[in-house]
């Protein structure tokens, strides 16, 4: 069987929180127009931002470090974002899963954001290609 991809955006921008808000409507706009319902929509908008801030906060030192998002509808039926940056090299899927019932004082700090994305989302994964951070994240119509 034959996959079939819709190119649905793509938007590159400064790695910054100040681009947050236009990745997140770019996103969310295809992803409505694409027939996704309205709790997929809050799971996805929930993820995607938790994906860039940590992007922002953990990957880009560099003052020219960009962001590139690009969406896209797989078989009519995933919509998937490719969330990809120029860090260095960090697959945040490698992290061991928080203990989420571990007493909150003797819980590490940090860990939480990939948990989250992981319980939001359809499917999510972490490549490195040509010295870039790839992380896809998948959400099922």
Known sequence: MTEKTQQLCRIQL???????????????????????GEHKLGAMELALEEA??????????????IITVECA??????FTIDIIDDGPEF?????????????????????????FIKEMTDGVSYARKDNKNILTIVMKK
């Not at 929180?17 to 127009?33: G, T, Y």
């Not at 860039?52 to 020219?64: E, G, L, M």
């Open 91 to 115: 697959n945040p899927l490698d992290r061991d899963t928080p203990d989420v019932d571990a007493d909150i004082t003797h819980r590490p700090i940090g860990g939480l954001g990939i948990f």
């Open 14 to 36: 400064p790695a910054e929180l100040k681009s947050l808000p236009l990745f997140m409507e770019r996103v969310i706009e295809s992803a409505a127009r694409s027939g996704m």
């Open 52 to 65: 860039i801030v940590n992007i922002v906060k953990y990957s880009s030192h560099k003052p020219d470090s």
């Open 73 to 78: 509808l797989k078989n009519g039926t995933e």
